[in-house]
Nanobody, 114 residues
């Protein structure tokens, strides 16, 4: 199973930016799809953005135009650049990898507050 380690979360003011990183224990070139999900208190986990092995991306409507997912195969890392952050973006963000199995990271907290 793939080990995933997220980093880059923190506290940011509304309108600010953060970049999340997800480092995988194996070559991400072999992984079919990777993505970022988030879960706010009292809410279900939801998909934020996904990227396929071929580079195709999908975004939740709520983050389109503000968030960008990318991957660096050489570093086995997937990124989520988050701009124009809003208080409603506050959540624990999780990295997911879909290969032979579905793997999840431990999550990183993002708090958007003034």
């Amino acid at each position: 199973q793939v080990q995933l380690v997220e980093s880059g979360g923190g506290l940011v003011q509304p309108g600010g930016s953060l970049r999340l990183s997800c480092a995988a224990s194996v070559s991400i070139f072999s992984i079919t799809s990777m993505g970022w999900y988030r879960q706010a208190p009292g809410k279900q986990r939801e998909s934020v953005a996904t990227i396929s092995r071929g580079g195709s991306t999908n975004y939740a409507d709520s983050v389109k135009g503000r968030f960008t997912i990318s991957r660096d195969n050489a570093k086995n890392t997937v990124y989520l650049q988050m701009n124009s952050l809003k208080p409603e973006d506050t959540a624990v963000y999780y990295c997911q990898a879909i290969g032979a199995y579905v793997s999840w990271g431990q999550g990183t907290q993002v708090t958007v507050s003034s």
